[in-house]
């Protein structure tokens, strides 16, 4: 007995069965309490199969929900007009000395409400969604103060209620160094491994913590300190790592057993087999490579080889990657990066659970895990990655 009975379906699994998307054709999804009961051929149902509701799918292709496991989707303002002056010829540094860059997003988001920042994310999250997405990774890192970054976190946890999307949610204090410790990268690391880590992981906050590992941002030294801190308080870490030089961000990564490196343009060997070893999840990030104009891309021939998963994401921030389409990504993935399109799309399922430490209950389509669906209307997977302006999904399914 099945609350949902989906039949005459193609099932992209993306599971490892050893078959291309780990498809079944002419399936059946039988869904009990939000949690999917059956998974398999139709000629596999019992003969006495009912239930509340049987839908024929017209041999449709159903795939995981989709996950969006790396976004800085709640912030203040945007950064549109300094997009329009780039482009007219002003260089960020005169951006900066302005007042512009990251801080005016830090400006903006510190003066923004609750209900603001609410409203604004809920908006985004509901443009993924339309997209296939039903799970979203937000980070803060827009506040830089306990009471701002503590907002955010608040703001990305209700506006996932309000987009109708399962939302994790991760501290990124160590994003970038604030006006009021300007000289100081030091202190402020002491104030957010020992003051607002504390503070966020008793509220409850936070799934995980992340940190900028680079040049501009913070040493790998300084990046220990927040990871020891995070361990205190059990809470998985992430990592912005390699993005723009070789920290062996992607080893200080593996080091702590960190769900997943992010970015990785410049990660080395050493730093793959070391993510390899612990299990890191390889994110990468197409968007922020675009808006950037990046030369460099992500060694994927190398993790591919090493058999390191790799996830895709939009990074949806209003600076690098104001992106709102996970499947524009599925196509950036192959065409920028190199990516396969089964890669890609497994990119966005299984090994995007992965990074989040949510593999075993979504991200693929397995008896016993949620029921969080997305369906098209498609003759091959690969059309998903395909079509530069993606496919309409004809039906989202979440399990509340």
Not at 128 to 154: F, N, P
Not at 221 to 243: G, M, P, T
Not at 357 to 384: N, Q, W, Y
């Amino acid at each position: 007995m099945f609350d949902t009975l989906y039949r005459n379906i193609n099932i992209a699994t993306m599971s490892a069965t050893g078959l291309p998307y780990g498809a079944v054709k002419d399936g059946a999804i039988g869904v009990l309490d939000g949690r999917l009961a059956f998974v398999g051929p139709q000629d596999g149902l019992p003969e006495d199969v009912a239930a509340d509701r049987i839908l024929d799918c017209g041999g449709e292709w159903v795939f995981p929900g989709f996950i969006d496991c790396h976004t800085h989707a709640v912030f203040g303002g945007n950064r549109a007009r300094e997009f329009e002056e780039r482009l007219n010829g002003v260089s960020y540094e005169e951006i900066a000395r302005r007042g512009g860059g990251i801080l005016s997003t830090v400006n903006a988001t510190r003066e923004a409400s609750v209900a603001t920042l609410v409203k604004q994310a809920t908006a985004r999250l509901k443009r993924l969604a339309e997209d296939g997405v039903t799970t979203v990774e937000i980070k803060s890192g827009y506040g830089l103060t306990l009471q701002d970054e503590t907002k955010m976190l608040e703001a990305a946890r209700i506006a996932g209620r309000e987009a109708g999307v399962d939302v994790t949610t991760t501290f990124l204090g160590a994003h970038a160094l604030p006006p009021e410790y300007m000289g100081d990268k030091d202190g402020y690391i002491a104030h957010v491994a020992d003051e607002m880590i504390p503070a966020i992981a008793e509220a409850g906050l936070a799934d995980a913590v992340d940190a900028f590992c680079e040049g501009i941002a913070f040493s790998p030294e300084q990046v220990e300190r927040v990871f020891e801190a995070a361990a205190k308080h059990d809470l998985k870490v992430k990592l912005h790592a390699d993005q723009l030089s070789d920290l062996s961000g992607g080893a200080l990564a593996a080091k702590h057993g960190a769900l997943s490196a992010d970015h990785l343009e410049y990660a080395s060997a050493e730093s793959i087999r070391a993510m390899k070893q612990a299990g890191t999840v390889a994110v990468l990030l197409p968007g922020a490579f675009y808006v950037l104009k990046e030369h460099r891309r992500p060694p994927v021939e190398m993790l591919r080889k090493e058999g390191v998963a790799m996830a895709l994401a939009t990074d949806l921030n209003p600076g690098t990657s104001p992106a709102l389409s996970i499947q524009l990504m599925l196509h950036m993935g192959c065409t920028l990066f190199g990516m396969t399109p089964e890669e890609a799309v497994r990119g966005v399922t299984a090994h995007a659970a992965s990074a989040l430490g949510l593999a075993h209950d979504r991200g693929t389509l397995e008896t016993g895990k949620r029921a969080d669906m997305v369906f098209f209307d498609i003759d091959e997977p690969a059309e998903l990655a395909y079509w530069l302006g993606g496919v309409k999904p004809t039906r989202v399914v979440r399990a509340d």
